[in-house]
């Protein structure tokens, strides 16, 4: 009995694999059931060839250059970024506006000898001012006193 069990597991697993393609065969369902034990449907697998997959194209020397900027006026969004590499060596620079009204500027490197490197500045805004509102207390009225009671004590 273990097995079997293997047996349908290691099969179910080559097909969740993609090693045997299963296509899916579809039968008409017995219009009523003989057998209250009737064996459940079993999924048919049909061998086919495997495709080995074409040679991709490879470039020795990659090189490519991008920019992109975002000012959006309405929403206050403002970003952009430069990246440009020439083999292995990939040089760029981005910017962001920080919540606080700092502008977040990252000139990065990247290449095998030095590895991955990021120089980050936060540059101050000029047009973007901190409000700070001072609440005055509030004085609250302030109700009357009860008068002193003498209360007289009889003995």
Same mark, same amino acid.
């Given at each position: ?20 393609? +299963?296509?899916?065969?579809? =039968? ?15 999924? +048919?697998? =049909? ?72 120089? +980050? ?35």
């Amino acid at each position: 009995m273990a097995f079997k069990f293997f047996a349908v597991l290691a099969f179910v697993s080559a097909v969740s694999a993609g090693v045997l393609p +299963v296509q899916q065969v579809y =039968h008409a369902a017995p219009a009523v059931a003989t057998y209250a034990h009737a064996p459940a449907p079993v999924a +048919v697998a =049909h061998a086919q060839p495997v495709l080995a997959k074409a040679a991709e194209e490879y470039d020795p020397h990659p090189q490519y250059k991008f920019a992109y900027d975002v000012q959006d006026s309405l929403s206050g969004d403002s970003k952009s970024q430069v990246e440009e590499r020439d083999g292995d060596v990939v040089r760029g620079e981005y910017s962001l506006i920080d919540s606080d009204g700092f502008k977040r500027i990252v000139q990065y490197t990247s290449d095998p000898v030095n590895g991955f490197n990021a120089v +980050v500045n936060r540059v101050p805004l000029e047009h973007v001012k901190t409000v700070v509102k001072t609440v005055a207390p509030v004085a609250l009225p302030v109700a009357a006193a009860p008068l002193p009671v003498a209360y007289h004590q009889h003995h």
